[in-house]
């Protein structure tokens, strides 16, 4: 069974910074690009970033570019998102999302297990 | 940005009647490989979404035969051809042939 537990989520001061951990299991980890996805308290769901299966591309939301950062460390299945700056905006529940991978030599495809997710709560 | 907006955004339906949320993207979801890039997920209350349908059509391991996906283009549709008491949650579609990835606004099932 795939599973992802997310964790690391806190409470923040404003343009502090945070950092958000998953753990990956039931699958091959480094087979497949990984993403974060985000969701406000009350609100919908928004992408955050991606990244490839070796590391080698990333990609983030306009809203966190230049902020956060995504890596990854296949040696021990696990899934980061550094997040500095954080604004009262970034308040959120963090999803860590598995790519549901593909045959078509694509970075990403689409989104198929999420983990529980781990809130993140920035105020002063 | 491709972006995905989904009508209605609630709706309640009777026990065993069907439901039909539709999802229409700005921008086509074709990519050059031949597939559609469109999604469809529900979340139910205090719960991470779960996928039900990928690309357009596809159920995902485990979605009951209830769910049907359809759709082309920029319009897609998402049939649940006899509701029961547990699809209650909030529907989601979401487009994944650029980034960002985006997804609609949601829509809210509940039972009458």
């Known amino acids: 069974e795939v599973l992802l537990v997310d964790s690391g989520g806190s409470v923040v001061q404003p343009g502090g910074s945070l950092r958000l951990s998953c753990a990956a299991s039931?699958?091959?980890?480094?087979?497949?690009?990984m993403h974060w996805v985000r969701q406000a308290p009350g609100k919908g769901l928004e992408w955050v970033s991606l990244?490839?299966?070796?590391?080698?591309?990333?990609d983030y939301a306009d809203s966190v570019k230049g902020r956060f950062t995504i890596s990854r460390d296949n040696s021990k299945n696990a899934l980061y998102l550094q997040m500095n700056s954080l604004r009262t905006e970034d308040t959120a529940l963090y999803y860590c999302?598995?790519?549901?991978?593909?045959?078509?030599?694509?970075?990403?495809?689409?989104?198929?297990?999420w983990g529980q997710g781990t809130m993140v709560i920035v105020s002063s | 940005d491709n972006v995905m907006t989904q009508t209605p955004l609630s709706l309640s339906v009777t026990p065993g009647q069907p439901a039909s949320i539709s999802c229409k993207s700005t921008?086509?979801?074709?990519?050059?490989?031949?597939?559609?890039?469109l999604y469809w997920y529900l979340q139910k209350t205090g719960q991470s979404p779960k996928l039900l349908i990928y690309?357009?059509?596809n159920r995902f391991s485990g979605v009951p035969d209830r769910f049907i996906g359809s759709g082309s283009g920029t319009d897609f549709t998402l049939k649940i051809s006899r509701v029961e008491a547990e699809d209650v949650g909030v529907y989601y579609c979401?487009?994944?042939?650029?980034?960002?990835?985006?997804f609609g606004q949601g829509t809210r099932l509940e039972i009458k």
């Open positions: 999302v598995k790519d549901i991978g593909g045959d078509s030599f694509l970075d990403y495809y689409g989104l198929d297990v």
């Open positions: 039931g699958f091959t980890f480094d087979d497949y690009t």
């Open positions: 990244i490839s299966w070796d590391g080698g591309t990333t």
């Open positions: 921008q086509s979801l074709l990519y050059r490989d031949g597939k559609i890039y």
């Open positions: 690309g357009v059509s």
């Open positions: 979401m487009q994944s042939i650029d980034l960002p990835i985006t």
